[in-house]
């Protein structure tokens, strides 16, 4: 009862954290079509959230197509499928305990 209470309440909290990320990546994309200034506080810890991730997705794939950058999107398409199917997992594995 106790470890089926714990993995369910470690599956809603990782849902909440992958929710909150998709909204950062979210509004650091829409900054950018703004031409922010790039020492504003705000920005520099979007970029910092943002960035480290992107840099790995291009290493894997080219994500500038037609001038577009895609990488927050595959960061946004990535991280639904984890909340889809690993928090589900572990809500079923809560479940069945």
């Not at 509004?27 to 790039?38: G, S």
């Amino acid at each position: 009862m106790v470890l089926s209470t714990l993995i369910e309440a470690l599956a809603q909290i990782l849902s909440m954290v992958i929710n909150i990320y998709i909204w950062v990546v979210i509004i650091a994309a829409l900054i950018t079509w703004v031409r922010p200034d790039p020492y504003n506080p705000i920005v520099q810890i979007l970029y910092k959230l943002t960035e480290p991730l992107y840099a790995k997705i291009r290493k894997v794939i080219p994500t500038l197509i037609g001038g577009i950058d895609i990488a927050p999107i595959i960061v946004i398409l990535a991280l639904k499928f984890v909340d889809l199917f690993v928090v589900k997992l572990l809500f079923g594995l809560a479940h069945s305990l």
